[in-house]
Nanobody, 129 residues
Framework: QVQLVESGGGFVQAGDSLTLSCRVSGRPGGDYTVGWFRQAPGKEREFVACVSRSGGTTLAGNTLYASSVKGRFTISRDNAKNTVYLQMNRLKPEDTAVYYC?????????????????RGQGTQVTVSS
């Protein structure tokens, strides 16, 4: 069974930075495309960013961002640690949400949460003005 564990959320001021981590463990092991999604109170879950799996595709290691975070957030992966990071800079109050990590072995890049087979429990990010 695949497990995703997020960490790094917290309470920050507008303009601050946070780095979220998502560690992928369990079986089957291997190479996953990982996505971050978020859900604010009273709103639908929305795509934030994703990074494609490292092999088996010409898009290996490619990234995709929501327009609302592009230029402020950076997604990266450390395959040796089975961990994906979401570096969030210049945070805004509208970034306040529960952030979820998702993973899938077959999808390459997708903004659709239903394309991912696995999902973490989420980590809260609160940005105060």
């Amino acid at each position: 069974q695949v497990q995703l564990v997020e960490s790094g959320g917290g309470f920050v001021q507008a303009g601050d930075s946070l780095t979220l981590s998502c560690r992928v463990s369990g079986r089957p092991g291997g190479d996953y495309t990982v996505g971050w999604f978020r859900q604010a109170p009273g709103k639908e879950r929305e795509f934030v960013a994703c990074v494609s799996r490292s092999g088996g595709t010409t898009l290996a290691g490619n990234t995709l961002y929501a327009s609302s975070v592009k230029g402020r957030f950076t997604i990266s992966r450390d395959n040796a640690k089975n961990t994906v990071y979401l570096q969030m800079n210049r945070l805004k109050p509208e970034d306040t949400a529960v952030y979820y990590c998702t993973a899938d072995k077959t999808v390459v890049l997708s903004r659709n949460i239903n394309a991912y087979d696995y999902r973490g429990q989420g980590t809260q990010v609160t940005v105060s003005s």
